[in-house]
């Protein structure tokens, strides 16, 4: 089982859409959980860390489920500069600060 | 905004020679890290770096690999002879912590090996 699993998609969706990615995580001693936002041939940006109440920030929103390894990103009303590919990013149980990371998910959204 | 920067943006080196990759992270930050991505796959974690040693690597980072804290404001990555398959995307990171502090990359290197 991969450490960190992604739908690659790509999904493809209008403008003002709403859309969700999954991710599951293969270590249940994992401590922290981010996303983070990738365009094309750049580096990694975070998006927002997930924590178990789960959490909003705009238009985005997380959930983090502990029991089920499970990790989502919703994303409402979506604009065209949300297209990117999203990588569900996960904190090794080592106290080193080693991020696993998954393949990512892409979006476009399209006019 | 405080950022991570990395030095060349593109390095082009024939296989078999060195190369110095170079990152100055973010100035109060006290963990390093270093990680590649290979074109079109997924983000590879390769070493992180406290208190002037390294605090894990994973089985990329060979002994052809290593890297260096040389004063207090770089950090570096050098491939001591490089093969073709370590062309890849090259990106430093840093954090204040190793907890739960998020990581902040710089915007990477472009390394081509001919």
């Known amino acids: 089982r991969k450490e960190v699993e992604q739908d690659p998609g790509p999904f493809n969706v209008p403008e003002g859409a709403t859309v969700a990615f999954n991710c599951t995580y293969s270590n249940s001693a994992s401590q922290s959980f981010f996303w983070y936002r990738q365009d094309c041939r750049k580096e990694p940006k975070l998006l927002m860390s997930v924590y178990s109440s789960g959490n909003e920030d705009g238009r985005f929103t997380a959930q983090l489920n502990r029991a089920s390894q499970y990790i989502s990103l919703l994303i409402r009303d979506s604009k065209l500069s949300d297209s990117a590919t999203y990588l569900c990013v996960v904190k090794g149980s080592s106290n080193t600060g080693k991020l696993i990371f998954g393949q990512g998910t892409t979006l476009q959204v399209k006019p | 905004e405080p950022e991570v920067t990395q030095t060349p943006s593109h390095q082009v080196t024939q296989m078999g020679q060195e190369v110095i990759l170079r990152c100055v992270p973010i100035?109060?930050?006290?963990?390093f890290y270093w990680y590649r991505q290979i074109l079109g796959q997924k983000v590879e974690f390769l070493v992180s770096f406290y208190n002037n040693e390294i605090s894990e690597k994973s089985e990329i980072f060979d002994d052809q690999f290593s890297v260096e804290r040389p004063d207090g404001s770089n950090f570096t990555l050098k491939i001591r002879s490089t093969k073709l398959e370590d062309s890849a995307m090259y990106f430093c990171?840093?954090?204040?912590?190793?907890?739960?502090?998020?990581?902040?990359f710089g915007d990477g290197t472009r390394l081509s090996i001919l």
């Open positions: 100035s109060n930050h006290l963990y």
């Open positions: 990171a840093s954090s204040p912590l190793s907890g739960n502090q998020p990581q902040h």
